[in-house]
């Protein structure tokens, strides 16, 4: 079992910047793959961002490429996600994910464990 908690969510304006945190419980944390996943009102989960178990690989959607950083620390057991110009369209419950197959890190379905989630508010 891994336990997954997010932070850092909050209410910022278009354009301003914001770091998500994610701790995880396990030492076996190291073995997963890691993602990141948002969630707006009336919408499906969605895909963010995701970075191999050693943290070589990352992959991101389209829609935040170049904005967005995921990153990870093994010996804190923590994943990260750095938010730069955000925008009103990124408002939503941001979702920590581990996997242990990065192949599949896309997938919701394909999640081992899951995050309860944190808000991003972004007015515009």
């Known amino acids: 079992q891994v336990q997954l908690v997010e932070s850092g969510g909050g209410l910022v304006q278009a354009g301003d910047s914001l770091r998500l945190s994610c701790a995880a419980s396990r030492r076996t944390f190291s073995g997963y793959a890691m993602a990141w996943f948002r969630q707006a009102p009336g919408k499906e989960r969605e895909f963010v961002a995701g970075?191999?178990?050693?943290?070589?690989?990352?992959n991101y959607a389209d829609s935040v490429k170049g904005r967005f950083t995921i990153s990870r620390d093994n010996a804190n057991n923590m994943v990260y996600l750095q938010m730069l110009s955000l925008k009103p369209e990124d408002t939503a419950v941001y979702y920590c994910?581990?996997?242990?197959?990065?192949?599949?890190?896309?997938?919701?379905?394909?999640?081992?464990?899951w995050g309860k989630g944190t808000l991003v508010t972004v007015s515009s």
């Open positions: 994910a581990a996997n242990a197959w990065y192949v599949r890190i896309r997938v919701p379905d394909a999640v081992d464990y």
């Open positions: 970075i191999s178990s050693n943290g070589g690989s990352t």
